[in-house]
């Protein structure tokens, strides 16, 4: 079974602050995607990453896929209230019937405060 | 917004009952899914449907079903409802079965609640 550990699980910082959040499995992944959901509301995609070691970057938000496409990684630079929410990670699925859908990591909460 | 939409938003019903939430892809997308959200299992996939095929299943239960109709609107039926299946329930959809990446995009939601 293909899973993803996210870590930390909760993060509560100050507004300015940097912050690092992780998503690891022992599974390889053809694709990587994180999401970011408001309370009430569906997940929305920030990006996807497909070559291991590639960097991409959406603003304030750098997004790493690991060597070994195993692992990937959210650093949050100058952290604004906007940013609070649950960043969940999903790999695309290579095994049994669930082949090609995506498999979720339980997410990390956080909350920047003013 | 996603472009997806799902009826209704909230819906509050007692164990044993049965319900139909809705969802409509956003246009052009063939494949739709369904997850179940619970603050103690995240994010499940429960089922995938591309062009009316079931294409593949998830942690669903046999109570819970679904169909995708011809103009690509698709309906989770859950029955014999317990108080367990009270979550959040989301659709999902994107353009083409089997693309590498399989972006999905979110409805809103339907959030249950079983009394």
């Known amino acids: 079974t293909q899973l993803l550990e996210q870590s930390p699980q909760f993060l509560s910082i100050q507004e300015g602050e940097n912050l690092t959040v992780y998503c690891n499995s022992s599974s390889v992944f053809s694709s990587l995607q994180w999401y970011r959901q408001e309370p009430g509301e569906g997940p929305v995609l920030l990006v996807t990453?497909?070559?291991?070691?590639e960097v991409k970057k959406l603003k304030r938000l750098t997004f790493q896929f690991g060597d070994a496409r195993k692992d990937s990684s959210l650093h949050i630079t100058a952290a604004q209230p906007g940013d609070t929410g649950l960043y969940l990670c999903a790999g695309r699925s290579n095994y049994g019937g669930s082949q090609g859908n995506l498999i979720f990591g339980k997410g990390t909460k956080l909350s920047v405060k003013p | 917004d996603s472009g997806v939409t799902q009826t209704p938003k909230h819906l509050i019903t007692a164990t044993g009952q049965r319900v139909t939430l809705r969802c409509s892809p956003r246009?052009?997308?063939?494949?739709v899914y369904w997850y179940q959200q619970s603050l103690d299992q995240g994010l499940q996939f429960l089922i995938q449907?591309?062009?009316?095929?079931?294409?593949a299943k998830g942690n669903i239960l046999e109570r819970f079903s679904a169909q995708q109709f011809p103009d690509l609107h698709s309906e989770l039926n859950l029955s014999s409802l317990e108080l367990g299946d009270s979550a959040l329930y989301f659709c999902?959809?994107?353009?083409?079965?089997?693309?590498?990446?399989?972006?999905?995009?979110f409805g809103p939601g339907t959030r249950l609640t079983v009394l």
């Open positions: 999902a959809s994107s353009v083409i079965l089997g693309t590498s990446y399989n972006e999905q995009f």
């Open positions: 990453v497909v070559t291991g070691g």
């Open positions: 246009s052009g997308d063939l494949s």
């Open positions: 449907y591309y062009n009316g095929e079931e294409r």
